[in-house]
């Protein structure tokens, strides 16, 4: 008997596994494909399979290593890496700001509606998402086109005499991004907003707190944490966001996601289009630390 | 040639059908351009050979380069494109065909095994399979609209002078998508060689790029086929298979859209499409018994008549028909063959040059 409890206090207990797995699985699909970018980029292009250099060798005994620190010197070169970041960004903020102010009161209406209401419109919010992303931004060509619905409607009413260019530039990739991130905003929105306390806001009514004043000191500082996740749920993707403006932006659409596809397709380049990931990951760290910080707290019940 | 949405689909489609089929001797992977083969090659082939064929297609040569380079693609035929087949041979893709094996390799056309040779030195490793010029698809009665009876439709005076494109704008002109292909007719129109890789000559391409730039639609390889067809565009520089497509598709949807193709008299571009085998290939065997059938007179001709791309192989010709065979948009006559060029393999910092010029013609950045 005190074999089997010494043999059983050594293995690991029933909670480190359930807790391992999650890490296990960071590890295998996080982790480790991240050190491969950071591995190529650090490695020359070449005419092999696959097209780059070794970083590290094991000959004879001897351990080689070798950090190429070519790749990112040449994105500080060109003004374009720079140009494609801020045109990401600029793109994710405006698209996240965008979902906010849309997104905010559909997920006030949908908590303060009733109960059984509730998951009729929280259905309607996600259906969409379960059709493939690839179709629903082919649609929204259809709709946005020259001879599309939207611009074959305008004219229709006798708004409009020639069509609007509204596909291929960023005004399409904004419309694009808006439509199939909104989701992500309202989801954690909803989730936050529907537990608030409605005794709150009556007694601030009661105190004399007008509907607007209680809005802003009540409602939006406790929705902070919903706000937070929503935004960073839409502004991390975005950033690296490459189908839909490839499908329904112009060529002044400079994004980081489309410069990198063609590094890596165009250029043959591997090694330069990880490091240009490598930095992109870099600039993401923030938010996505901002994000877990959040998370946690949002797990220990404190609003 | 990238476009992204069927990029991806074929990508994720192939995958799956390549992890799901087991080696089998007699089990063929072949892993071809879509739209380029007649409907009935594939049945007859196993009918008369016995090989099962597991077919499946790309749409950019970016797409098969980046399975290939990563290796253990899982198929035993691939169809690069010349200037591809050659780095993909030096970066040790492919295997060396077994001649033996392929007594129809009489059939080929000589002079253009010959002109291949610098992509693929002593044609040692892979068959031509269809080829094609890049040229003007225009809408006939529009252009003419724009630009009277005597406009410049077999010159790429019609896009590359600002005041004839101008004039085009309003009903639409597009461009391939593709620098390695489109940048070489800019070189060529303006005198220098078409693969030229000097920085001076490809600033003077890029400056008559960005001229003509604000009277250009978009830049895009696949989406004119299209427009072309339904009207939303005019001129659509593009492959020559994909525009004679697009003229089809008027044509049965039967919507007054007049279309017609030409090789520019300067001179254009042509792209060869190769058949090899991955030096990886699970059935080598199989994939010399299907090279051998596909260069069969009557197959090739076939396959010529459905997808309206001229052949690599001299023996066919006289099976294609005769609407095809006497068409100079798809078989061109000696003084326009003279005239049409080849792309080269490309050194990695001229190809890096070259899509950093078209990036600036594109955005302005």
């Given at each position: 008997?005190?074999?089997?409890?010494s043999?059983?206090?050594?293995m690991p207990?029933g909670r480190?596994?359930?807790?391992?797995?999650?890490f296990?699985?960071?590890?295998?699909?996080?982790?480790?494909?991240?050190?491969?970018?950071?591995?190529?980029?650090?490695?020359?292009?070449?005419?092999?399979?696959?097209?780059?250099?070794?970083?590290?060798?094991?000959?004879?005994?001897?351990?080689?290593?070798?950090?190429?620190?070519?790749?990112?010197?040449?994105?500080?070169?060109?003004?374009?890496?720079?140009?494609?970041?801020?045109?990401?960004?600029?793109?994710?903020?405006?698209?996240t700001?965008?979902?906010?102010?849309?997104?905010?009161?559909?997920?006030?209406?949908?908590?303060?509606?009733?109960?059984d209401?509730?998951?009729v419109?929280?259905?309607?919010?996600?259906?969409?998402?379960?059709?493939a992303?690839l179709?629903?931004?082919?649609?929204?060509?259809?709709?946005?086109?020259?001879?599309?619905?939207?611009?074959?409607?305008?004219?229709?009413?006798?708004?409009?005499?020639?069509?609007?260019?509204?596909?291929?530039?960023?005004?399409a990739?904004?419309?694009?991004?808006?439509y199939?991130?909104?989701?992500f905003?309202?989801?954690?929105?909803?989730?936050n907003?529907?537990?608030h306390?409605?005794s709150?806001l009556?007694?601030?009514?009661d105190?004399?707190s007008?509907t607007?004043?209680?809005?802003?000191?009540?409602?939006?500082?406790?929705?902070?944490?919903g706000?937070?996740?929503?935004?960073?749920?839409?502004?991390?993707?975005?950033?690296?966001?490459?189908?839909?403006?490839?499908?329904?932006?112009?060529?002044?659409?400079?994004m980081?996601?489309?410069?990198?596809?063609?590094?890596?397709?165009?250029?043959?380049?591997?090694?330069?289009?990880?490091?240009?990931?490598?930095?992109?990951?870099?600039?993401?760290?923030v938010?996505?630390?901002?994000?877990?910080?959040n998370?946690?707290?949002?797990m220990?019940g404190?609003? | 040639?990238?476009?992204?949405?069927?990029?991806?689909?074929?990508?994720s489609?192939?995958g799956?059908?390549?992890?799901?089929?087991?080696?089998?001797?007699?089990?063929l992977?072949v892993?071809?351009?879509?739209?380029?083969?007649?409907?009935?090659?594939?049945?007859?082939?196993?009918?008369?050979?016995?090989?099962?064929?597991?077919y499946?297609?790309?749409?950019?040569?970016?797409?098969?380069?980046?399975?290939?380079?990563?290796?253990?693609?899982?198929?035993?035929?691939v169809?690069?494109?010349?200037?591809?087949?050659?780095?993909?041979?030096?970066?040790?893709?492919?295997?060396?065909?077994?001649?033996?094996?392929?007594?129809n390799?009489?059939?080929?056309?000589?002079?253009?095994?010959?002109?291949?040779?610098?992509?693929?030195?002593?044609?040692?490793?892979?068959?031509?399979?269809?080829?094609?010029?890049?040229?003007?698809?225009?809408?006939?009665?529009?252009?003419?609209?724009?630009?009277?009876?005597?406009?410049?439709v077999?010159?790429w005076?019609?896009?590359?002078?600002?005041e004839?494109?101008?004039?085009?704008?309003?009903?639409?002109v597009s461009?391939?998508?593709s620098p390695?292909?489109?940048?070489?007719?800019?070189?060529?129109?303006?005198?220098?060689?078409?693969?030229?890789?000097?920085?001076?000559e490809?600033?003077?391409?890029?400056?008559?790029?960005?001229?003509?730039?604000?009277?250009?639609?978009?830049f895009h390889?696949?989406?004119?086929?299209?427009?072309?067809?339904?009207?939303?565009?005019?001129?659509?520089?593009?492959?020559?298979?994909?525009?004679?497509?697009?003229?089809s598709?008027?044509?049965?949807?039967?919507?007054g859209?007049?279309?017609?193709?030409s090789?520019?008299?300067?001179?254009?571009?042509?792209?060869?499409?190769?058949?090899?085998?991955?030096a990886?290939?699970?059935n080598?065997?199989?994939?010399?018994?299907?090279?051998?059938?596909?260069m069969?007179?009557?197959?090739?001709?076939?396959?010529t008549?459905f997808?309206?791309f001229?052949?690599?192989?001299?023996?066919?010709?006289?099976?294609v028909?005769?609407?095809?065979?006497?068409?100079?948009?798809?078989?061109?006559?000696?003084?326009?063959?003279?005239?049409?060029?080849?792309?080269?393999?490309?050194p990695?910092?001229?190809?890096?040059?070259?899509?950093?010029?078209?990036?600036?013609?594109?955005?302005?950045?």
């Amino acid at each position: 008997m005190n074999i089997i409890r010494s043999i059983s206090r050594r293995m690991p207990k029933g909670r480190h596994l359930v807790i391992g797995v999650p890490f296990l699985w960071l590890f295998l699909f996080f982790m480790l494909p991240f050190f491969i970018v950071l591995k190529i980029s650090f490695a020359e292009a070449d005419v092999a399979i696959p097209p780059y250099t070794d970083v590290y060798t094991w000959v004879e005994n001897k351990f080689t290593l070798v950090l190429n620190l070519g790749n990112y010197i040449f994105l500080s070169e060109d003004a374009l890496y720079l140009a494609a970041y801020l045109g990401s960004l600029k793109m994710a903020a405006v698209s996240t700001l965008l979902c906010l102010v849309i997104g905010f009161p559909m997920a006030y209406a949908i908590a303060r509606a009733d109960k059984d209401k509730q998951m009729v419109l929280l259905l309607l919010i996600m259906m969409p998402t379960w059709t493939a992303i690839l179709i629903r931004v082919y649609a929204w060509m259809g709709i946005l086109s020259n001879n599309g619905l939207l611009n074959g409607f305008l004219m229709w009413l006798g708004l409009i005499n020639e069509p609007l260019q509204i596909l291929n530039t960023n005004l399409a990739v904004y419309i694009g991004i808006v439509y199939s991130y909104l989701p992500f905003m309202i989801l954690p929105l909803f989730a936050n907003l529907v537990k608030h306390d409605q005794s709150l806001l009556e007694a601030a009514a009661d105190l004399g707190s007008s509907t607007y004043n209680s809005f802003w000191k009540i409602t939006v500082p406790l929705a902070k944490n919903g706000i937070i996740a929503g935004c960073m749920l839409v502004f991390i993707p975005v950033v690296g966001e490459f189908v839909i403006p490839e499908l329904l932006g112009g060529p002044e659409t400079l994004m980081i996601g489309k410069v990198l596809w063609q590094e890596f397709f165009n250029n043959r380049d591997w090694p330069v289009a990880s490091a240009l990931a490598v930095v992109m990951l870099a600039i993401l760290i923030v938010p996505i630390i901002l994000f877990n910080r959040n998370q946690a707290k949002e797990m220990e019940g404190r609003p | 040639m990238n476009t992204f949405g069927k990029t991806l689909l074929a990508l994720s489609l192939a995958g799956a059908v390549v992890s799901a089929a087991h080696a089998d001797d007699k089990v063929l992977h072949v892993y071809n351009w879509s739209d380029y083969i007649a409907e009935d090659t594939l049945d007859n082939f196993q009918k008369e050979t016995g090989i099962k064929v597991v077919y499946d297609v790309f749409d950019s040569n970016e797409t098969l380069e980046a399975k290939l380079l990563a290796g253990s693609s899982g198929y035993d035929i691939v169809v690069p494109s010349n200037p591809f087949l050659a780095k993909q041979i030096k970066a040790g893709v492919f295997q060396k065909l077994d001649k033996s094996k392929l007594p129809n390799w009489e059939n080929l056309d000589k002079s253009l095994l010959k002109a291949l040779d610098p992509s693929d030195p002593g044609n040692q490793y892979s068959i031509p399979y269809m080829w094609g010029t890049i040229g003007i698809g225009y809408n006939v009665d529009k252009v003419k609209a724009a630009l009277g009876e005597d406009a410049p439709v077999n010159s790429w005076d019609l896009v590359f002078k600002p005041e004839n494109i101008a004039k085009l704008k309003d009903c639409g002109v597009s461009f391939l998508d593709s620098p390695t292909e489109i940048l070489p007719a800019a070189l060529n129109y303006l005198g220098f060689k078409s693969d030229s890789t000097n920085a001076a000559e490809l600033k003077k391409a890029e400056e008559l790029f960005l001229s003509i730039r604000s009277s250009t639609s978009y830049f895009h390889s696949s989406k004119y086929i299209g427009d072309l067809a339904n009207g939303n565009i005019c001129v659509a520089i593009g492959y020559s298979g994909d525009l004679y497509q697009s003229k089809s598709r008027a044509e049965e949807a039967k919507n007054g859209v007049n279309i017609s193709y030409s090789i520019p008299k300067e001179g254009a571009g042509s792209f060869f499409d190769m058949m090899a085998i991955p030096a990886d290939a699970k059935n080598v065997e199989a994939a010399h018994v299907f090279l051998n059938y596909l260069m069969k007179p009557d197959v090739m001709a076939n396959i010529t008549n459905f997808v309206q791309f001229p052949n690599g192989n001299a023996a066919a010709t006289p099976l294609v028909d005769e609407v095809l065979r006497n068409d100079p948009g798809i078989y061109p006559d000696a003084a326009t063959m003279a005239k049409i060029y080849t792309f080269p393999d490309l050194p990695a910092n001229a190809q890096r040059a070259m899509n950093r010029s078209w990036t600036k013609i594109k955005s302005g950045k």
